[in-house]
């Protein structure tokens, strides 16, 4: 089966850019989105289709996919982007696989 | 805006049918995906398995052979049901809009998700 793999951890200091990787066999050549749970909430879409960015998601929140890797680049981090980030993409078979989530520290 | 809300028993013996519905409001259910995802208590997400509002659907295999997912367009509502279901199949269920399609998918819209237990 196929399978994403993610960093646990990720820290990063307020205004500085946080980088999360997610690796997968040929993750490059599928689309590959991003979502960001908050403690006790929902999980939110903040890249899709590797690139874009949903109606109110800050700028900041960018994404890139090539080769095994994709990556999602939160430019300026701000306290309010700490959180839980999982990737998201879909196997040869349509189905839907995620990583196993980066929890995002900001100190 | 589309809102999404599951309902469902928050507790479930061993053995037995863990039944969920989501009713989706603000939008049709109609000319999209819908997808149903879980989260066992501090793990990751899950991807369990997705119907379009013709009643097409595509399971997760390690699913499968408990699971079905089923449509009621004219209620606006999409449907969970595991057999079976054992102290691992307790989680938070969400469902959300979105499924794969033309090569691409992603979940855009999400319930609140619901805790489903699996005790005696």
């Known amino acids: 089966s196929y399978e994403l793999t993610q960093p646990p951890s990720v820290s990063v200091s307020p205004g500085q850019t946080a980088s999360i990787t997610c690796s997968g066999d040929k993750l490059g050549d599928k689309f590959a989105s991003w979502y960001q749970q908050k403690a006790g909430q929902s999980p939110v879409l903040v890249i899709h289709q590797d690139i874009k960015r949903p109606s109110g998601i800050p700028e900041r929140f960018s994404g890139s996919n090539s080769g095994n890797t994709a990556t999602l680049t939160i430019s300026g981090t701000q306290t309010m982007d700490e959180a839980d980030y999982y990737c998201q993409a879909w196997d040869s078979s349509f189905v839907g696989v995620f990583g196993g989530g980066t929890k995002l520290t900001v100190l | 805006q589309v809102h999404l809300q599951e309902s469902g028993p928050g507790l479930v013996r061993p053995s037995e049918t863990l039944s969920l519905t989501c009713t989706v409001s603000?939008?049709?259910?109609?000319?999209?995906?819908w997808s149903w995802i879980r989260q066992p208590p501090g793990k990751g997400l899950e991807w369990i398995g997705y119907?379009?509002?013709?009643?097409?659907?595509n399971y997760n295999p390690s699913l499968k052979s408990r699971l079905t997912i089923s449509v009621d367009t004219s209620k606006n509502q999409f449907s969970l049901r595991l057999t079976s279901v054992t102290a691992a199949d307790t989680a938070v269920y969400y469902c959300?809009?979105?499924?794969?399609?033309?090569?691409?998918?992603?979940?855009?819209?999400w319930g609140q998700g619901t805790l489903v237990t699996v005790s005696s």
């Open positions: 959300a809009r979105g499924g794969y399609t033309y090569g691409q998918g992603y979940f855009d819209h």
């Open positions: 119907i379009f509002y013709t009643g097409s659907t």
């Open positions: 603000g939008g049709s259910i109609n000319d999209y995906y």
